[in-house]
Each structure stands twice: as C-alpha cells, then as structure tokens.
C-alpha cells in the first residue's frame, strides 16, 4: 500500500487542523492505519490508529478527547481531525499501514509538518 499524507499547517493553541492520508493499493478489513508523530529531539511516536474499515480506533492518552482518527473507505483515505491543540502537539505527523498478522508498521506515508503556536 502507497500512502500520501497532507493537511499540515500552521496555527494557533485551541485551533484546529485535519490531516489526511490518501492510500493506494491493497486495502482491506485486514489493513490497520495509524497516525505518528515526531517532535524535535524525540522519538516518533504512534498517537492513533483504526482499522481500515472504521472500527477498533484507540488513542495515545495525550490526544484522546482532542483527536479523532476516521477512515472513509470510498476515498480510500484517513483522516485526523484534530481539535484544541497546544504547542506540546507542534511535530511532523506520519501516516503508516501494517497488515494483521504480518508484521509491524511497514508502510509510511511522507511526513507532515503542524506547528501550533501560543
């Protein structure tokens, strides 16, 4: 699966910003996406992540509440929609896609950069 993520940007705390992650190729129920994060000096980390058709979505517990992971199958895309965000959520975000069962997240999407300013 080929994946493209966009919807980055710049904004202020308590704004809000959705990213998008257009995927190509093999999708199916037994496909999981998941959003990543990157902050400078840290380690990427999975923030959220669902299945492709829409269920088992589960959250970091630094964004449970203000984030929101989706899938629209007939897009064939995923979306982040995220709200209330805060300077601590200035980072490039990454999709990525693994298959259950084969592995860990093998597929990764171009990083998007978000920068919220206080």
């Known amino acids: 699966v080929q994946l493209q993520a966009s919807g980055g940007g710049s904004v202020q705390a308590g704004g809000s910003l959705r990213l998008s992650c257009a995927a190509a190729g093999r999708t199916s129920g037994d496909l999981f996406m998941g959003w990543f994060r990157q902050a400078p000096g840290k380690e990427r980390e999975l923030i959220a992540s669902i299945n492709w058709s829409g269920g088992s979505a589960s959250y970091d517990d630094s964004v449970k509440a203000r984030f929101t992971i989706s899938s629209d199958n007939a897009k064939n895309t995923v979306y982040l929609q995220m709200n209330s965000l805060k300077s601590d959520d200035t980072a490039v975000y990454y999709c990525?896609?693994?298959?259950?069962?084969?592995?860990?997240?093998?597929?990764w999407g171009q990083g998007t950069q978000v920068t919220v300013s206080s």
């Open positions: 990525a896609a693994r298959y259950a069962g084969l592995g860990g997240w093998r597929y």
